[in-house]
Nanobody
Framework: QVTLVESGGGLVQAGGSLRLSCAAS????????MGWFRQAPGKVREFVAS????????SIANSVVGRFTISRDNAKNTVYLRMNSLKPEDTAVYYC?????????????????WGQGTQVTVSS
C-alpha cells in the first residue's frame, strides 16, 4: 500500500482554474500508474484522468478533455491535475489513486490505494 494525500481543492468561479496535487509516500512512486477520479453528490465515482509510470502516456475522460491535464513529477513523488475552464458540473470530491502494478486504466477496480479526497466547488 501507499499513502496518498491530495491538496489544492477549493472554491472557484466558473471559467477559473485550479491545480490539484497528490503526494505519495514511499520510494517506488515511479513504478505506479496514477489516476484522478471524482465523485459528485449523489453520483458514482468516475474516472477523470490517468498517467503512465513514466508520464509519457495519459488518458483523459471525454467530459474534461481539452480542459484538464494530468502530469507527474517522479522526483517529487507527486501527480498533478491541472483544471482549466472549470464548470459548475465539475463540482465534486477529487481523489487520486495508485495502481501498484503500473497500469493506468480508467476502471476504479484497477487501483489499489486511494487518497482521502479534496473538494472542488465551482460556482456559476
Amino acid at each position: 500500500q501507499v499513502t496518498l494525500v491530495e491538496s489544492g481543492g477549493g472554491l472557484v468561479q466558473a471559467g477559473g482554474s485550479l491545480r490539484l496535487s497528490c503526494a505519495a509516500s514511499g520510494r517506488t512512486f515511479s513504478s505506479y500508474g496514477m489516476g484522478w477520479f471524482r465523485q459528485a453528490p449523489g453520483k458514482v465515482r468516475e474516472f477523470v484522468a490517468s498517467i503512465s509510470r513514466s508520464g509519457t502516456a495519459t488518458s483523459i475522460a471525454n467530459s474534461v478533455v481539452g480542459r484538464f491535464t494530468i502530469s507527474r513529477d517522479n522526483a517529487k513523488n507527486t501527480v498533478y491535475l491541472r483544471m482549466n475552464s472549470l464548470k459548475p458540473e465539475d463540482t465534486a470530491v477529487y481523489y487520486c489513486a495508485a495502481n501498484l502494478r503500473g497500469g493506468y486504466g480508467s476502471s476504479l477496480s484497477g487501483y489499489d490505494s486511494w487518497g482521502q479526497g479534496t473538494q472542488v466547488t465551482v460556482s456559476s
